[in-house]
Each structure stands twice: as structure tokens, then as C-alpha cells.
């Protein structure tokens, strides 16, 4: 058990569907993340959430809309997407620096979403 | 670009060899951080070096950092086929980690 929980484990959804992933954490946390890592391709910072407030939007689309509605939740709403937004969406957790310890991420499993 | 780039990209060894990776980056930094990844898993986190400390060590794992020439490496000494994975090394402003596209490590038995 790693601390943090996502689910789903895998999802496929259409092209016009509304989903949404969820992620918990146990560990007393002050900052989640949405990263995404696609095949090949270096893991990709999405959301940055400290103290429930979002402080990095890295360019990402619209259609991947989050939300922080405490420090222990974090959901990544989905809606219309493309086949290429296809990968796995990964959560972690973390003290925000300079509330303690140097704090390194704590990962989720990940959800493995595919688009058709 | 802010990430870490992992050479090589994949490395293959044998059991009792040890591994050894490479991380570059292009920013000043505060840590750095590497991390393992299992397939289909999430990424662990495995050690930390700070921006003022040019080595550390935990169990079989060994990693140095030279901020001069920005580059990190990460020695796994004595390897198991249980270390088998991806490797990553992480680097970034505040809490805004980057990652690179990982060394995939495998042990053969």
C-alpha cells in the first residue's frame, strides 16, 4: 500500500464521454499533483495543488479539468477527449517545501486510461 | 526544458553486476530525488541528494552529484533481478518536479 489511492485502476471511454479520476492520500500531505506519463515520453507535470490551491497549470487543455476539494482528494475530470490523450495518469503527494523536511512525491498507481 | 534526462535509456546486466545511471538537468536545483518504477506501478522514491552534499548512501544504493557539470549518477551496487525497473531521476523548482524518460534497468537471473 503506498499512501496514496487512485482510482480506477483502467478506464476506457469514448471520445465524447464525462469521466472523472480520483486520488486519496493518508499521509498527511499538503501538496498533490497530476502527472502523465505517456510511452517514451518524460512524465508530464499537469497540476501542482498546495494547501488545496492550484499553483502550476502546465499548458494543459481544457479538457482535463482538476479539482482539490481538501488536501487528502484530488480528481482530474475528463471530458472530450482525443486518442492521444491515452496513458497513465499518475497522483502523488507531498509536504509543500518549506513546511518541513525536504519532502520527495509519493505516487499512486496510476489509472491506465485509453480513449477510442 | 527544466527535466532530467536519464542515460542510457536502457541497460541490461547481470546478476551480482552492478548498474550504474546517469541523470543530467539544466537548472539550478535545490535536491535531486531518483525513483524506481515496477511496470504498471507507481514511481518510489529511493533517495535524495541535496544541492550541498556530492554523495550519499542508502543500502546498496549510491549516488553522487556534481552541480557543476549538472549531472547525477546512481550506482546500484551487487543487483538483484528484484531491481529490475525503470529508474528516474527528478529535479525542480519548489515542488515543481521534472522528470526524464528513465533507464530501464533489467537483471538477468
Known amino acids: 500500500e503506498t499512501g496514496v489511492t487512485q482510482t480506477p485502476r483502467h478506464l476506457v471511454m469514448g471520445m465524447t464521454n464525462k469521466k472523472s479520476l480520483k486520488c486519496e492520500q493518508h499521509?498527511?500531505?499538503?501538496?498533490m499533483y497530476w502527472y502523465k506519463q505517456s510511452a517514451k515520453k518524460p512524465l508530464e507535470l499537469m497540476f501542482v495543488?498546495?494547501?488545496?490551491?492550484?499553483?502550476e497549470n502546465n499548458s494543459v487543455p481544457s479538457r482535463f479539468s482538476p479539482e482539490c476539494p481538501n488536501s487528502s482528494h484530488l480528481f482530474l475530470h475528463l471530458h472530450t477527449l482525443q486518442p492521444e490523450d491515452s496513458a497513465l495518469y499518475l497522483c502523488?503527494?507531498?509536504?509543500?517545501?518549506?513546511?518541513?523536511?525536504?519532502?520527495?512525491?509519493?505516487f499512486g498507481n496510476g489509472t491506465r486510461l485509453t480513449v477510442t | 526544458s527544466q527535466q532530467g534526462e536519464e542515460d542510457p535509456q536502457a541497460l541490461s546486466i547481470q546478476e551480482g553486476e552492478n548498474a550504474t545511471m546517469n541523470c543530467s538537468y539544466k537548472t539550478s536545483i535545490n535536491n535531486l530525488q531518483w525513483y524506481r518504477q515496477n511496470s504498471g506501478r507507481g514511481l518510489v522514491h529511493l533517495i535524495l541528494?541535496?544541492?550541498?552534499?556530492r554523495e550519499k548512501h542508502s543500502g546498496r544504493l549510491r549516488v553522487t552529484l556534481d552541480t557543476s557539470k549538472k549531472s547525477s549518477s546512481l550506482l546500484i551496487t551487487a543487483s538483484r533481478a528484484a531491481d529490475t525497473a525503470s529508474y528516474f531521476c527528478?529535479?525542480?523548482?519548489?515542488?515543481?518536479?521534472?522528470f526524464g524518460t528513465g533507464t530501464s534497468l533489467t537483471v538477468i537471473p
Open positions: 499521509l498527511g500531505h499538503n501538496a
Open positions: 527528478a529535479t525542480g523548482p519548489g515542488n515543481q518536479f521534472y
Open positions: 495543488y498546495n494547501f488545496k490551491e492550484q499553483t
Open positions: 541528494i541535496r544541492s550541498n552534499e
Open positions: 502523488a503527494s507531498s509536504q509543500v517545501p518549506g513546511t518541513g523536511d525536504d519532502s520527495p512525491l509519493h
